[in-house]
């Protein structure tokens, strides 16, 4: 136990840097992605701290010029995921013995390495690699994963000290041990936010846990980047193990392994679903019940009242629904609009909405850039395409698409005259926003609408002036999402403000970015000392 540690350094969010013209972040950063723009990474599985370069290549490709090779990726087989998981289960061992303070320290130095000199680096593998925005890249790749380590750190401290009994009767020492779980942890994670990404694997290990870390087939660059910070800073071997490999295969092998100790996913709702069933069926060749936690998705909405800051509601649509191209599982996605605040604000939107420039992330002048991949490209379009088919639809902005050099869509707005339209109820994943007008009257059933519209219920927002009907629309909406915003757009949680995740089909609320997702990843153990036991089994009772 390191005696002379109290408490880590008292968590801040890192600044927001702006990139502005002149700025020294801005030449640092236009610097790095001409670096990187002429390299092609190499990029190994890491077991055990050590390179693996299997020879089975895939590349990985700039989505907004997708004939342009940023990496080549060589992917674990069998052989591969077995062996990651043996070196978890070894370095369990040694870390999950560690002093907490020990462990916490390493996170905090990844931390000021990310907000100092590699800053830079990971997000402009970010913007590279997943066609994020400088701005969006600094939130996600930077400062939201500095926050995650400098909070989860003083989480993990709070956690050490707030598990141990109030009580010791005289006559005995009642003590809780803060155990990791038993087995290894398997992360598997998105390729949208590398911050959620570097947090899985690595909030599992702040609590003592080793794992298996299986990044996104769409972020391997940025991820691998990561990894390597993790490692700079101190981690040892063994601790995290990075495989990225076809998802079906690693999957069947961690999930049917019996000392899987638990699930930290951020995916689909149809691969979580799947994943839970075959832990299920599998739970009799399981060391342990795992834990399985889960943020899946979202349909996220906006409700705005008739007396609402229409203003604010206009900027809430444009920014909450297209920046970074709508893929965010807290995107808005929905929009129920009273008539006559649409037709006030119509064409006030339109007029904004095509002001939006698209292109190459690394022209600092464009707001978003491209989708992911080829794959997302025609789902989102085939939605774009249908409403343009149907009647009850009208695509008041945007519409068109091109992939013939980067996977690029217009950020578009479907009118829908039913409230259940496909566009208004499924996940799109994409710069789609769909809006519902309703009568200025409707606005306690357009409340009961918008909570059963969706099987999601991960974020959503109501814009609304009188506070009786923001606290009407809190409780018509308690349930249907997990973090809700009152007169502002439903993305952009702030870890150690708004720990985030939703329940429903958007998985399990289990709040990364608060203490309650660290208390997933420990098994506690309670400890009673008796310093004089008896010496005589009868009791009282038994005398005449």
Known sequence: MVNNVVAPPT?????????????????????????????????PCIING????????????????????????????????????????????????????????IFLKASELLAGPRRAEINASTMLNQSKTCH?????????????????????????????????????????????????????????????????????????????????RNSYVSNYRLMKLMMDAGLPAGVINFIPGKASMVGD?????????????????????????DIANNLENLRSYPRIVGETG????????????????????????????????SAASRVYVPESVWEA????????????????????????????????????????????????????????????????????TIVCEDSRYESMEEEIFGPVLSVHVYPDTDFERILEVCDKTSEYALTGSIFATDRRHIETALKALRYSSGNFYINDKPTGAVVGQQPFGGARGSGTNDKAGSPLNLLRWVSPRSIKETFAPPHDWTYGFHSE
């Open 136 to 216: 969006q890249a600094e939130i996600d790749s930077a400062c939201e994963l500095i926050d995650f380590w400098r909070f989860n750190s003083d989480y993990c401290r709070q956690i050490y000290e707030d598990l141990q009994p109030p009580v010791s009767p005289s006559s005995m020492w009642n003590s809780s041990e803060v155990r990791p779980l038993e087995g290894f942890v398997f992360s598997v994670t998105p390729f949208n936010f590398s911050s959620i990404a570097a947090n899985l694997p690595s909030s599992a290990a702040i609590m003592g846990n080793t794992g298996v870390w299986k990044p996104s």
């Open 50 to 105: 050590e390179e693996i370069f299997t020879g089975d290549i895939v590349e990985q490709v700039m989505p907004h010029n997708h004939g342009h090779v940023i990496a080549r990726v060589h992917m674990a087989g069998e052989e591969e995921v077995n062996a990651a998981i043996n070196s978890a289960l070894e370095a369990h061992k040694m870390w999950s013995c560690m002093p907490w303070e020990a462990r916490c320290a």
């Open 253 to 277: 092998i961690c999930i049917s392994h019996p000392e899987l100790a638990g699930i930290h996913f951020t995916g689909s709702t149809r691969v979580f679903r799947n994943m839970w069933k």
């Open 345 to 412: 604000i119509k064409d006030d939107y339109c007029a904004e909405v095509a002001k939006i420039t698209m292109g190459d992330p690394r022209d600092f002048a464009n707001f978003i850039s491209a989708v992911i991949d080829k794959k997302s490209f025609d789902n989102i379009t085939g939605y774009i395409d249908r409403a343009k088919e149907d009647p009850g639809c009208e695509i008041v902005t945007g519409g068109g698409y091109d992939d013939s050099v980067g996977y690029f869509i217009e950020p578009t």
């Open 11 to 43: 968590p801040v969010n890192e600044p927001i840097l702006g990139y502005l013209p002149g700025s020294e972040e801005r030449k640092k950063l236009k610097a790095e992605l001409a670096k990187q723009e002429c390299e092609v990474l190499e990029i």
């Open 298 to 329: 979202g349909k996220d909405f906006i409700v705005a009242h008739p007396d609402c800051d229409r203003q604010a509601l206009l900027v809430a649509m444009l920014r909450g629904g297209f920046e970074y191209q709508g893929q965010k599982c």
